[in-house]
């Protein structure tokens, strides 16, 4: 295992009296200090990012919210806020010194308007609870994604998320018709009426999901829901490059109403998923990549796949082999290929994880020179890409590059950008890519960017450094 990026550590106190400010707020119980508790808050999931925090503050709800933010503006404490702590690019881990404010206690479950297909949960709810909560009422939520389990809908909601049912529903952002966020000077900014209609001035709602935790704190969200989908059906295809899964993606979507999964991995990634998960090959032979698609209704659409399959096996000679799961055992074990990659690769070393946006016209083209960039940069490093097909989302993940992640991280998005993309897709720009910003924003988005937080967070309370230096 090899050994993140480490901030300098500050003493594990905080300024003086704000420990003491803040247990009033939320009771002693919530307000951790002791380096054992606080630990886990401190890390990021890849291990690459960490940081002392002066303290961890639990608030439960929005009024907690607002007095731990006027708490901390009073004592000069800055902020970080973090949710399920899955995210990928350090925005949610302390750089050292501020205070950790975790949402995970702010997690009531509203009663769900069935009849408007909404609900108004808290900011700490994980994505799993609240799709178990919609089941019961045959709905569920636009968007999904592996790290379902820990992800909060605060989380979500703050980097934007994509995941896996872009293609049908778009990203989380699409799913919020309202929203409750703590400001920097502890007023509340509350709209949850979800009015699908709403033409009353700027869309607050709108920039303050993906603001990355730096324009206010989430603590509660209204989001449109979608039917729940339970008859699925999903196939494997071995391919022999990703041109020939872009022409079956296409194919594919013409002929596929109900399809809402595309999702792209290659040789390489499939050897590291079999080697840490034991998982026999999912179709005989080795194929340079393979296509995970699937289909979602409300009866059983297997046929209608594979119908479509064998008119494409016919016509495209690119498709080696096909293989449809339509029990939910065998839907799994499917998945389990696509979705075991990031806990796969991390399981080898720390990665250099980079999330890009590629028009598709070049994406081919941008998949084939990634690993060429990633070697001028960091000689013997091993890439694995796979990704989100539809909406051109490469995730490249470098292995093996210590001492050269910023060389890496400059390739792989010059790259990128020269071929129009962009430098995140959907993790979000955090810590991690603050200094590339430009690369995918001009002068004069950045001097609006950074005048929308002046004026929203005019001393920087909320976590500094990131998305904005
Ligand atoms: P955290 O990691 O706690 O925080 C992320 C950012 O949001 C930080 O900047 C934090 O300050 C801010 N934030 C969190 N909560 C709030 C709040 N209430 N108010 C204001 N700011 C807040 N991402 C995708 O987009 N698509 C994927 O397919 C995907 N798959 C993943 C798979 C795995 C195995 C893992 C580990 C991660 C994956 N991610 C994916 C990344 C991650 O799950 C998402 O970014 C997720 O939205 C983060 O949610 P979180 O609650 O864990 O947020
Ligand atoms: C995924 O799609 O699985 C994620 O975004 C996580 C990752 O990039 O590792
Ligand atoms: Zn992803």
């Known amino acids: 295992?090899?050994?993140?990026?480490?901030?300098?550590?500050?003493?594990?106190?905080?300024?003086?009296?704000?420990?003491?400010?803040?247990?009033?707020?939320?009771g002693a119980a919530h307000v951790l200090v002791d380096p054992e508790l606080?630990?886990?808050?401190?890390?990021?999931?890849?291990?690459?990012?960490?940081?002392?925090?002066?303290?961890?503050?639990r608030p439960a709800s929005t009024p907690e919210v607002a007095a731990v933010l006027r708490a901390c503006a009073a004592h000069a404490a800055t902020v970080v806020t973090q949710g399920g702590n899955t995210g990928l690019?350090?925005?949610?881990?302390?750089?050292?010194?501020?205070?950790?404010?975790?949402?995970?206690?702010?997690?009531?479950?509203?009663?769900?308007?069935?009849?408007?297909?909404?609900?108004?949960?808290?900011?700490?709810?994980?994505?799993?609870?609240l799709q178990t909560h919609l089941r019961a009422y045959g709905l569920d939520v636009g968007v999904d994604l592996p790290a379902r389990d820990s992800a909060t809908v605060g989380?979500?909601?703050?980097?934007?998320?994509?995941?896996?049912r872009v293609l049908r529903y778009g990203s989380m952002r699409a799913q919020v018709v309202g929203m409750e966020a703590v400001l920097a000077d502890g007023s509340v900014l509350s709209r949850l009426a979800g009015l699908p209609k709403d033409n009353t001035g700027y869309d607050l709602v709108g920039l303050l999901a993906g603001s990355e935790g730096t324009l206010g704190v989430i603590t509660r969200v209204r989001l449109r829901l979608v039917p729940l989908l339970a008859a699925r059906s999903v196939a494997l295809l071995a391919l022999d490059g990703i041109a020939a899964a872009l022409a079956a993606l296409a194919a594919l979507k013409e002929r596929l109403p109900t399809l809402d999964a595309a999702?792209?991995?290659?040789?390489?990634?499939?050897?590291?998923?079999?080697?840490?998960?034991?998982?026999?090959?999912?179709v005989p032979g080795a194929h340079p990549a393979y296509l995970l698609v699937e289909c979602a209704d409300r009866s059983d659409p297997s046929e209608r796949l594979l119908a479509a399959l064998g008119e494409l096996s016919g016509a495209m000679p690119g498709i080696s082999d096909a293989v449809v799961a339509e029990d939910q055992a065998s839907r799994h074990k499917l998945w389990r290929y696509r979705e075991a990659h990031t806990e796969s690769i991390s399981a080898v070393g720390v990665p250099v994880k980079l999330?890009?946006?590629?028009?598709?016209?070049?994406f081919a083209a941008v998949a084939s020179s990634v690993g060429p960039a990633v070697e001028g940069a960091a000689p013997g490093a091993r890439t694995i890409v796979f990704g989100h097909l539809n909406e051109g989302n490469l995730h490249v993940n470098v292995l093996g590059a210590q001492g050269r992640e910023d060389a890496v991280t400059d390739a792989v998005l010059r790259l990128v950008t020269a071929h129009g993309g962009s430098i995140s897709a959907e993790h979000g720009?955090?810590?991690?890519?603050?200094?590339?910003?430009?690369?995918?924003?001009s002068e004069p988005e950045l001097a609006a960017m950074r005048a929308i937080k002046r004026s929203l967070d005019p001393t920087g309370l909320l976590n500094p450094g990131v998305l904005i230096s």
């Open 1 to 26: 295992v090899t050994v993140g990026r480490t901030w300098a550590s500050p003493p594990a106190t905080a300024p003086g009296g704000l420990v003491a400010a803040l247990r009033e707020v939320v």
């Open 38 to 57: 606080t630990a886990t808050y401190e890390t990021d999931w890849t291990r690459r990012f960490t940081g002392r925090a002066h303290c961890v503050v």
């Open 89 to 129: 690019v350090g925005g949610g881990v302390p750089a050292g010194g501020e205070v950790l404010l975790s949402t995970t206690r702010i997690a009531d479950l509203g009663d769900v308007d069935r009849v408007a297909a909404q609900v108004t949960v808290g900011a700490g709810v994980p994505l799993v609870a």
């Open 155 to 164: 989380g979500l909601v703050a980097t934007n998320a994509g995941g896996e």
């Open 263 to 282: 999702e792209l991995f290659l040789a390489e990634g499939l050897d590291l998923v079999r080697s840490h998960t034991g998982l026999p090959a999912p």
């Open 355 to 362: 999330d890009v946006g590629v028009p598709l016209a070049a």
């Open 429 to 441: 720009v955090g810590r991690a890519k603050v200094a590339w910003l430009p690369l995918s924003r």
